[in-house]
């Protein structure tokens, strides 16, 4: 009877032991899994905080050309008179107008037939 009793303790210890080991291959599993979860974390972190970075980089730039271009227009202190950007834009009409007259001058004459 104590031997059929060893045999069934031992069967049970052996079946005992396996689940142990099936226990810490999962725990392993799970530990991999978690610690593959972190990383992806601390890395999505990382990439958020380089878009803030870039995008408060983006604004403060924008900013700076949005006060220029103001600056420019004479809306802001410090920035060109209307007065002054209406001269510049009727130089520029009257100029590409002689430069349209000079290429229609020059342009060849082709004989016709």
């Known amino acids: 009877?104590?031997?059929?009793?060893?045999?069934?303790?031992?069967?049970?210890?052996?079946?005992?032991?396996?689940?142990?080991?099936?226990?810490?291959?999962?725990?392993?599993?799970?530990?991999?899994?978690?610690?593959?979860?972190?990383?992806?974390?601390?890395?999505?972190?990382?990439?958020?905080?380089?878009?803030?970075?870039t995008f408060q980089s983006f604004g403060a730039s924008l900013m700076q050309s949005s006060r220029r271009a103001s600056q420019a227009f004479g809306l802001g202190p410090g920035g060109v008179k209307q007065w002054r950007l209406i001269g510049y834009c009727v130089?520029?009409?009257?100029?590409?107008?002689?430069?349209w007259k000079l290429v229609w001058w020059w342009r060849p004459v082709s004989p016709s037939p």
């Not at 130089?91 to 590409?96: D, I, N, S, Y």
Request: net charge negative; aromatic share 4%; proline share 0%.
């Open 91 to 99: 130089a520029a009409l009257v100029g590409l107008w002689i430069l």
């Open 1 to 53: 009877m104590s031997s059929s009793r060893d045999r069934v303790e031992d069967t049970y210890e052996s079946q005992n032991d396996q689940r142990l080991d099936e226990l810490h291959s999962k725990l392993r599993t799970l530990r991999g899994v978690t610690t593959d979860i972190y990383d992806d974390a601390e890395r999505q972190n990382l990439m958020l905080d380089e878009s803030s970075n």
